[in-house]
């Protein structure tokens, strides 16, 4: 019993090295470009990002035929503005499945990840933005004996 603690200053000088915060490392391919899996809803997106004039194609297509509502152009934007670095990287993606909503969403989401794969620095920026959390609501299924996933058809005492 001779280990035992007379003071705090023992206590402190006991305390190990703390486990640093990990570090992110820079992810890209052969062509210099960080890829991506966006999701939102039933919408997938793979996005690939690499530095260039900020042009945006979607399924070979550009972002303003695409995407035909300003507010899905802008939700797409939305990190590449809060990183400040709009106008700064080409994003080339491909989105299957769902609405142009969550394709939208999906492709925000994709192009967050990317941006966080190719300058790790940004991490902080984009979670304090939400852009990097996957929005888990998906519609609800459709249960059997009912008329939608919840509503119920009409009852009838006689």
Same mark, same amino acid.
């Given at each position: 019993? #001779?280990?035992?603690?007379?003071?705090?200053?023992?206590? /402190?000088?006991?305390?190990? $090295? /703390?486990?640093?915060?990990?570090?992110?490392?820079?992810?890209?391919?052969?062509? *210099?470009?960080?890829?991506?899996? *966006?999701?939102?809803?039933?919408?997938? @997106?793979?996005?690939?990002?690499?530095?260039?004039?900020?042009?945006?194609?979607?399924?070979? +297509?550009?972002?303003?035929?695409?995407?035909?509502?300003?507010?899905?152009?802008?939700?797409?934007?939305?990190?590449?503005? @809060? @990183? $400040?670095? $709009?106008?700064?990287?080409?994003?080339?993606?491909?989105?299957? *499945?769902?609405?142009? #909503?969550?394709?939208?969403? $999906?492709?925000?989401?994709?192009? #967050?990840? @990317?941006?966080?794969?190719?300058?790790?620095?940004?991490?902080?920026?984009?979670?304090?933005?939400?852009?990097?959390?996957?929005? #888990?609501?998906?519609?609800?299924?459709?249960?059997? *004996?009912?008329?939608?996933? +919840?509503?119920?058809?009409?009852? /009838?005492?006689?």
């Amino acid at each position: 019993m #001779s280990d035992t603690m007379q003071s705090l200053d023992q206590l /402190s000088a006991l305390k190990t $090295a /703390s486990p640093e915060a990990p570090k992110y490392v820079k992810k890209v391919d052969k062509q *210099g470009r960080a890829y991506a899996t *966006g999701k939102r809803k039933d919408a997938v @997106a793979r996005v690939w990002i690499k530095p260039g004039a900020g042009k945006v194609i979607v399924n070979t +297509r550009e972002v303003e035929v695409y995407f035909a509502r300003p507010v899905l152009r802008m939700m797409i934007q939305q990190p590449l503005v @809060a @990183a $400040a670095r $709009a106008g700064q990287y080409d994003v080339i993606c491909t989105v299957a *499945g769902g609405g142009l #909503s969550g394709q939208a969403g $999906a492709v925000r989401h994709g192009i #967050s990840k @990317a941006l966080t794969y190719f300058e790790p620095d940004l991490r902080g920026v984009l979670k304090k933005g939400g852009f990097l959390t996957r929005d #888990s609501r998906v519609v609800e299924r459709k249960k059997y *004996g009912r008329a939608k996933a +919840r509503k119920s058809f009409q009852f /009838s005492k006689r």
